[in-house]
């Protein structure tokens, strides 16, 4: 019964739901008890969700400095396109590596990748934020329900104390 919401921690299993482009989706804990049985499992269970927030926030870091690039890079290619189009509108007879036709036509479709790329980076930083506010709280979820079980056994000794005759505080005499 644990081990069947562990199957979304491993990010390498190929069974785990990803997004369109791949990033696998965190696990949600509704029910802590159905995805830790013990406390022993509790410290390797943070341990894995603290890893998967690594490589959640490390993706994020990869895909800000890919939008800042694409970002850069939109405006160059729009730019460089503007200019193609006036020296086809101009019919200007100047060298280039590429008739004009074929310029424009490569411009356009480099600015049209671009411009998916950028929307799908966006998406994707939506995507990993959201996953890594899950893993936070499913971390906090794992770490309050030990919290919980620790009070629980800590409350059951002194129950067992008090019914074997030995005082479990000091008295007031």
């Not at 939008?67 to 939109?74: E, F, S, T, V």
């Not at 966006?122 to 890594?132: G, N």
């Not at 936070?136 to 059951?156: I, L």
Request: glycine share 4%; with cysteine; charged share 30%.
């Amino acid at each position: 019964m644990a081990t069947a919401g562990r199957a979304p921690a491993s990010i390498g299993n190929d069974e785990t739901a990803t997004n369109p482009r791949g990033i696998p989706y965190a696990p949600f804990v509704d029910r802590v008890e159905d995805y830790v049985a013990t406390r022993e499992e509790v410290e390797p269970t943070l341990r894995s969700f603290q890893e998967m927030i690594s490589k959640y926030q490390f993706m994020e870091m990869n895909l800000q400095r890919r939008m800042a690039g694409l970002k850069d890079k939109i405006p160059e290619i729009q730019k460089t396109l503007d200019t193609v189009r006036f020296l086809k509108l101009r019919k200007a007879n100047v060298m280039l590596s590429y008739t004009t036709d074929e310029a424009e036509t490569l411009l356009s479709s480099k600015l049209a990748t671009a411009n998916t790329s950028l929307s799908h980076c966006e998406e994707d930083l939506d995507f990993l934020r959201e996953q890594i506010t899950t893993m936070e709280v499913a971390t906090a979820r794992v770490y309050n329900w030990e919290v919980v079980q620790k009070r629980k056994d800590k409350s059951g000794e002194e129950v067992t104390k008090g019914q074997s005759g030995e005082k479990t505080g000091p008295s007031k005499n």
